[in-house]
């Protein structure tokens, strides 16, 4: 059985693929929307109640520079997708996901396999294979 820290593992490994080219950008967006909502509203809580406030403070800060970002970008990409803004953005883009992936899977998802009770653990498994994020969510810190 994959544990929720490698199910979390691959999402970001599937978004990378799809920002780094294998399908559209703008469905490698909603994808990396997608997986914050599921972080911010599933995973992170029962995080923060485990005591891990300051990690979890960062991840947020991060996610919501990374919100902004792809809220410049989708326009740009729905508009004109030979636009040459959009070599610049995707390079911010991939280095804040860079430097941001790997503090969440050395850090976070490791506690996502202890520090979750059975129920938040289900929860977050039954959205990883089928759950949507809710239209007009928007992130804690855009």
Known sequence: MTTLAQAL??????????IDGE?????????????IYLEEELLFPPLREAGMLGPVMVMLLEHGQMWHLMDELEPILREDPADP??????????????????KEEMILY??????????SSSELRDFLEAGSMPDGW?????
Do not use: F, K, W, Y
């Not at 399908?23 to 997986?35: K, S, V």
């Not at 490791?110 to 129920?119: G, M, S």
């Not at 928007?138 to 855009?142: K, M, P, S, T, Y």
């Open 9 to 18: 593992q691959q999402e970001h490994v599937d978004i990378d693929a799809g």
């Open 23 to 35: 399908g559209t950008m703008l469905d490698a967006i909603a994808a990396l929307r997608r997986h």
């Open 85 to 102: 803004r959009i070599g610049s953005l995707r390079r911010d883009l991939v280095a804040q996901i860079e430097a941001h992936n790997p």
């Open 110 to 119: 490791p506690q996502a396999d202890t520090a979750l009770d059975e129920e």
């Open 138 to 142: 928007v992130c804690d810190r855009a």
